[in-house]
T-cell receptor, first 115, second 114 residues
């Protein structure tokens, strides 16, 4: 129940196109949903995040869409660029005990933007 | 640069051995998290410390242990190593322990068990 399912595993998009990555969860106790971007040889870096009381959040070319009733959220990358080629992870956070958080990650999507 | 420092970057050791991975969190961050990343398992949460105390445990094997010291750096100890322990081990830190506190990851330690 503390899993986050991410799809697709890999995605190829043409430069200038829209990249869409989807995630689904079961546990309604999750209360924070970040997306991380990881380049080869580097650790994941926080890209954008959303709380479940908001249906959409936009930061530059990156948008999170959140559907609380469907327990799904997605990342949209507009005007995708070759520099966006990376692995993207969705995640969900839950309180464990006394305010401690457990961040559960999806399996990752390897995004390739073709020039 | 996330501000989280992990050493060593690479570690090659034999089965049955014991290793220690080290993490220095970002300045001011009190929480430290350890994650294991393997090709088939993605990023798996191992353990969280806050200000020296263990706060949350994930899928951490009994052969693994961790601690956070008074200066807030953390060490992950892996013992009786098996081939399957080969993975990237990431440390992350956050300002506090609450859900929603953003995690900042180091660049990881790549462990190879031969």
């Amino acid at each position: 129940q503390q899993q986050v399912k991410q799809s697709p595993q890999s995605l190829i998009v043409q430069k200038g196109g829209i990249s869409i990555i989807n995630c689904a969860y079961e546990n309604t106790a999750f209360d924070y949903f970040p997306w991380y971007q990881q380049f080869p040889g580097k650790g994941p870096a926080l890209l954008i995040a959303i709380r479940p009381d908001v249906s959409e959040k936009k930061e530059g070319r990156f948008t999170i869409s959140f559907n609380k009733s469907a327990k799904q959220f997605s990342l949209h990358i507009m005007d995708s660029q070759p520099g966006d080629s990376a692995t993207y992870f969705c995640a969900a956070s839950i309180h464990v005990i006394q305010g401690a958080q457990k961040l559960v990650f999806g399996q990752g999507t390897r995004l390739t933007i073709n020039p | 640069d996330s501000g989280v420092t992990q050493t060593p970057k690479h570690l090659i050791t034999a089965t049955g051995q014991r290793v220690t991975l080290r993490c220095s969190p970002r300045s001011g961050d009190l929480s430290v998290y350890w994650y294991q990343q393997s090709l088939d398992q993605g990023l798996q949460f191992l353990i969280q410390y806050y200000n020296g105390e263990e706060r949350a445990k994930g899928n951490i094997l009994e052969r693994f242990s961790a601690q956070q010291f008074p200066d807030l750096h953390s060490e992950l100890n892996l013992s009786s190593l098996e081939l399957g322990d080969s993975a990237l081990y990431f440390c992350a830190s956050s300002p506090n322990r609450a859900s929603g506190s953003p995690l900042h990851f180091g660049n990881g330690t790549r462990l190879t068990v031969t």
